[in-house]
């Protein structure tokens, strides 16, 4: 009997020395399937003799997938260590596919030919029908890079290379108008600001924090505020960057009847001798409306020149919104959006005495220099108030 044992275990010595042999080799292969080379070395961990439970923790994984793969080599071979089929809807894209979308992906655009120097899904969805003939929705794509740990890089647009590609072009062509506009045209400056609540904004007081011998130490106070008391709305602006001087507007809502109502306000605001007027403006939806070409055709001296993508300060009504927060809404209280407009339109008179602001230059130090005139402003409300300072 004891002979008997003794061969039964020579002989599954051997089994597992010619098994892990094999293995070893197919582990080795650099074409084996990468599953197939993982499963192969987990079986390797299943010495003769050890006990399902065992290889299970040293492996971490379940008891039942170690009996499961351990059956299945014993009774295949090397085919036991495939895939088996799964039920269900077969797959959609095949791996070759998604390998090539991400690869795309990785690759720079320049470096395919492209105009652009970034990837936005949109024109990735185009590039892929276009040039690799992969028909694939958005969804689908961005499930894929979510799969594979992929995301969208947001880059600061003052770093690399720019997203629009006549980024310069358009850059150059505001700066000469702000600069050296031609004869007998008016640069206007037209923007919105908002939505614009109706709240309570906090002000600066100046505060002793050191006692005096006439009076105790001060101390910061704030009204109690208890939230909006109102529906938000919008200020429309335009600004002549030659004089400084200002036309607004205000709507409840930022729609474009209103963009029409304001463009034809300011088409009467501007003196009838200028020939031509050059509108700069963002690329809102609303500013390349069809109702906006109907404007156009109606009063054909004017030529909407838009702003290239991530270049607000090109605009130079930009600094003045600030301005107008500080002088008409810092340190008040409203009630309505009646109160709102009326502080507006009180404001709006001062900055009509056509507080010059001097433009050379580029844009850019054109807009550091209208900074100037919120503190021009301030000046002028003291002289009529009477304060000196």
Known sequence: MKEVERENDSEIA?????????????????????????????????????????????LQVSERMVRNRLHRFNEQGLQGLEEAPRSGRPVTYQPEVVSEIIQTALSKPRDLGEDYATWTLDRLVDYLHRVKGIRMKRSRISELFIQEGLSWRHEESWFGERVDPDFARKRGAITS???????????????????????????????YPEAAETKPAGRAKQAIDYGRRGKAGYVFGALKPTDGEVFTATYTRRKLVNWIDFLQQVEEWIPKDVERVYAVLDNLTMHRAMDVLFFNLAYPRWEFVFQPTAAAYLNLIEPWWKTLKSLAFKGRRFESWEQVEEAVRDLRQPIGMRTSIPMCGDAAGGIARAENLGLRVCQWRHELSGCTT
């Open 14 to 58: 051997r089994t597992h020395e010619g098994r892990t042999h094999h293995i070893r080799t197919v582990a080795a292969c650099a074409k084996g399937a990468s599953r197939q080379i993982e499963t192969s070395t987990d079986h390797l961990a299943s010495e003769p003799g050890a006990a399902y439970p065992e290889i299970a923790k040293r």
């Open 177 to 207: 108008l702000y600069t050296t506009p031609p004869e007998r045209s008016l640069t206007v400056c037209l923007d919105e600001m908002g939505p614009q609540a109706v709240k309570s904004y906090p002000g600066k007081q100046l505060v």
